[in-house]
């Protein structure tokens, strides 16, 4: 003999409810302007420029090398570090949902207590970036340079676990 049951009651749920809160991003400023950016950012540029210069003097027709070097670091920066700097700041400020409001600090427009401080679901209504002048400009590349090093270190994370374990498919590490 089989029963069947025809229990409809609902399941509980053990989640948490999460108050909406509507807030402003209103775009970040560190302090002493961005000096800690371009010191976090400087292994990976300094790397890129000493390629980047080494290939521009061997290509340049200039007979002389110190000129090289000066002429690749000049269109290096303008060309490659600014431009590239301040279009990954773009990038993830476009998108502060995925990127946890990086580049942006949070402003609720209603009270939140510290005791739902971190379980508050807070609702953009809109953005402030700052004005835009030249200490902001490299302000913003400074950032965005910290960003392509955090994805360049965890691209790197990824790519390096097949590349262990194909080497010690060859007998390396043994």
Do not use: C
Not at 1 to 6: D, F, I, K, Q, V
Not at 56 to 75: E, H, K, Q, T
Not at 146 to 173: H, K, Q, R, T
């Amino acid at each position: 003999m089989t029963e069947t049951s025809t229990d409809t009651t609902p399941e509980t749920t053990t989640k948490a409810p999460r108050r909406e809160v509507p807030a402003l991003l209103i775009e970040a400023t560190p302090a002493v302007n961005g000096i800690g950016y371009w010191l976090l950012a400087s292994p990976l540029i300094l790397y890129l420029a000493w390629l980047w210069v080494d290939i521009f003097a061997y290509y340049s027709p200039i007979p002389w090398r110190w000129l090289d070097w000066m002429l690749g670091a000049v269109i290096y920066w303008l060309l490659f570090v600014l431009p590239l700097g301040y279009a990954a700041h773009k990038l993830v400020t476009s998108f502060p949902r995925p990127f946890q409001h990086t580049g942006w600090d949070v402003q609720p427009l209603e009270a939140v207590r510290p005791a739902e401080m971190y379980t508050v679901r807070y609702v953009f209504t809109g953005r402030r970036p700052a004005a835009r002048d030249r200490q902001r400009i490299w302000l913003r590349a400074a950032q965005g340079w910290v960003y392509l090093e955090v994805a360049a270190i965890f691209i790197g994370f990824v790519v390096m676990i097949p590349l262990f374990f194909s080497a010690l498919d060859f007998g390396f590490g043994r």
